[in-house]
């Protein structure tokens, strides 16, 4: 496939998906049979995870979207990311974040620290996808689907600048 300028081949399958996505939430179902946790999902790249998940939760739940945007910060000069369109009160919530992919672990780090700060009983994260980058990042993913390797991923909701979000499996940048 081609997507732009860039050739990607099939990396993760439909159905390698659809079981990932079946075990993931049974685990949930389980771990949370007796709570009724409020669902984050991160847009836009985890809309599909988020959509097929939700639909084998079983138990009582919330369900809510919030973007991330990242800007410069003149005086830190650094780029600052900041959680748009949460209008839940999440005050001694059980959340749990949907994420497509963790790849340095920044973005998801920052959304962490500012939940808890909002007095969350407690956020777990669940993501699709993980890279080797985040090992040092602090936190302990407790849903994970794959860990895969330092390449390039898009389909299934993730993008290559904007586009293949629409597609029913993964692909992986070709060499
Ligand atoms: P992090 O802050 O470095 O963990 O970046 C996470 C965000 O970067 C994800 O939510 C994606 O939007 C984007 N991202 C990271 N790796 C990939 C990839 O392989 N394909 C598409 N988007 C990616
Ligand atoms: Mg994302």
């Known amino acids: 496939m081609v997507v732009k300028d860039k050739a990607f081949k099939k990396f993760i399958l439909k159905e390698e998906i659809e079981k990932k996505v079946k075990s993931l939430?049974?685990?949930?179902?389980?771990?949370?049979?007796?709570?009724?946790?409020?669902?984050?999902a991160i847009l836009n790249g985890s809309f599909m995870f988020a959509a097929d998940i939700l639909k084998e939760v079983k138990i009582d739940c919330e369900i809510s979207f919030v973007k991330v945007a990242s800007y410069e910060d003149m005086e830190s000069s650094?780029?600052?990311?900041q959680l748009i369109g949460l209008n839940e009160n999440i005050f001694n919530k059980d959340v749990i974040i949907?994420?497509?992919?963790?790849?340095?672990?920044?973005?998801?780090?920052?959304?962490?620290?500012?939940?808890?700060?909002l007095g969350a009983s407690s956020v777990e994260v669940i993501t699709l996808l993980k890279k080797p980058k985040?090992?040092?990042?602090?936190?302990?993913?407790k849903y994970i689907g794959f860990e895969i390797p330092d390449k390039f991923v898009v389909g299934y909701g993730l993008d290559y600048d904007g586009l293949a979000r629409n597609t029913k499996d993964i692909y992986q940048l070709k060499d």
């Open 25 to 40: 939430a049974r685990k949930i179902n389980a771990d949370y049979k007796d709570k009724r946790p409020l669902f984050i």
């Open 78 to 81: 650094g780029n600052v990311k």
């Open 98 to 117: 949907i994420e497509d992919i963790i790849d340095t672990g920044r973005t998801i780090s920052k959304i962490l620290e500012e939940f808890k700060s």
């Open 134 to 141: 985040s090992k040092n990042v602090e936190a302990n993913f």
